[in-house]
């Protein structure tokens, strides 16, 4: 409108704001379906082997589904904006290494596994429940960060007291009860570098002094952290778990780049990796004799002793083909002790073939691209850094397992995440879940106005 020699612009009405679905329906319908395919795994592996349905295929169905909606419910709750396909993942993956575990009990009658990781498996979605209900808000866990740290050593040097078991000091016996203090401590040390990196990215990335293509921080700023680190993983050699010390180290460096924004170190954590790695695999007998096997994966064949187990692995994989033998009719329980903790991947590809095993490295995909989304979306860098620490630990160590087992790097010794038998990694798993559930309702309940910036 124009009036003598002024023009008057009506104002745009303001933009309203964008409301996101919560989709929690959809996580149920997700849910519902991570159970069906559970019970399924389950009753083909009892029709494959006797040709009949499982006797306790019902109460395995009505067990899991009853831990699945009380996680639900209390996402529902107290996450309602939480990423939908994180809980529906969890789910499905746990459901699988129960299937996988009770396939191989039959064929190991005098041990049996499959009862005892449903209970650990009851606990890690107990505490998955108390996670999601009690903490509030994530960034309370900033405060309590040298707690965190300060617990994780002690977890890490509680094994050194105890015998070593299969040449690795990792596990506390008591009374037939065994842990690995280990796993949890992984999930501490994440909070405490989140917390670390988060205070002090700044002074990490533009002070110090440039060496080659890296500006190295100043002492004050980097040794804290610096020695922390080289203190749980020194702790880690002691005790022969080169398995979780990589998986620190990497998580370390992934951390380090994500709160500088600087490649060079990844450059110079791959460098130190490597270097490490020849040191500790030519210094250290257990090491070397994994990098041996890793070489020569079938020596023991020429020999006349018979196949190890790693070519066990590659001929448990080879047998699988494209699409698998079928729940329940493969051999892979050859590969002797491992084989239902750091080899239960063979399990998975010879009787589900490359296509299950595409279809298991997908949803692993899934579960590391939602927990990095979720930091992404974060305004506060705690946040940020916590949730591609915890995304970053799972990527890792499927890393590490799949090529171990695989004959692409040195095998360690590691629980694949919620699919191994392994009571302390299970419960670990949940526990990074829950986590990152906070975390993803943080992010789109911001992204959706109803928290301040």
């Known amino acids: 409108m124009t009036n003598a020699g002024t023009t008057v612009v009506q104002a745009d009405p303001p933009a309203r704001a964008v409301r996101l679905p919560r989709r929690r329906g959809i996580e149920l ?37 009853v831990l699945a909606l009380l996680a639900h419910l209390a996402v529902r709750l107290r996450a309602p904006y939480a990423d939908p396909l994180l809980l529906p993942i969890g789910v499905l993956l746990n459901g699988l290494g129960l299937v996988l575990i009770y396939r191989l009990d039959l064929e190991t009658p005098g041990d049996r596994a499959a009862p005892t990781q449903l209970v650990w498996s009851t606990l890690g979605v107990t505490l998955f429940i108390v996670v999601v209900l009690m903490l509030r808000d994530h960034r309370w866990l900033q405060r309590y960060s040298y707690v965190c740290v300060a617990a994780a050593l002690v977890l890490l040097l509680l094994p050194i007291l105890f015998p070593a078991v299969n040449g690795a000091r990792i596990w506390i016996r008591i009374a037939g009860f065994s842990i690995q203090p ?30 080659w293509f890296v500006r190295l921080p100043t002492g004050r ?17 002691l005790e022969r778990d080169l398995g979780t010390s990589l998986l620190f180290f990497g998580q370390f460096v992934v951390l380090l780049y994500v709160a500088t924004g600087r490649t060079g170190w990844i450059a110079v954590g791959l460098l130190l990796a490597c270097l490490g790695a020849v040191a500790v695999g030519r210094l250290e007998p257990h090491v070397h004799s994994r990098v041996e096997d890793w070489l020569h994966p079938f020596a023991s064949i020429d020999a006349g002793l018979g196949p190890g187990q790693l070519a066990q692995s ?12 079928g729940l329940g009719l493969g051999h892979s329980v050859l590969i002797g002790f491992a084989v239902k903790s750091d080899f239960i991947l063979a399990t998975a590809g010879e009787e589900l073939g490359l296509a299950g095993l595409c279809a298991i490295f997908l949803l692993y995909g899934l579960l590391v691209e939602r927990g990095y989304r979720a930091g992404l979306a974060l305004r506060d860098p705690f946040g940020r850094l916590l949730a591609v620490g915890l995304a970053s630990l799972i990527a890792l160590q499927v890393f590490v397992i799949a090529g171990g087992v695989t004959g692409l790097i040195p095998l360690t010794g590691m629980a694949m995440p919620f699919l191994a038998q392994g009571g302390s990694s299970v419960v670990t798993n949940w526990a990074t879940v829950a986590l990152l559930i906070r975390v993803s309702h943080t992010a789109r309940r911001e992204y959706d106005g109803e928290v301040a910036p």
């Open 182 to 211: 280990g796993e949890f401590a992984k999930v501490l040390l994440a909070v405490f570098f989140a917390a670390y990196l988060a205070a002090n990215r700044s002074a990490l990335a533009y002070t110090g002094r440039r060496i």
């Open 314 to 325: 590659l001929f448990a994989f080879a047998a699988g083909g494209v699409l698998g033998t």
């Open 221 to 237: 700023v980097l040794g804290p952290i610096l020695a922390i680190w080289l203190l749980s993983v020194g702790v880690l050699v």
């Open 29 to 65: 319908a997700l849910i519902v379906l991570a159970v069906l395919l559970s019970v399924y795994g389950y009753c083909a592996v009892g029709l494959a082997r006797y040709g009949t349905v499982p006797p306790g295929a019902a109460g395995y169905g009505a067990g899991l589904g």
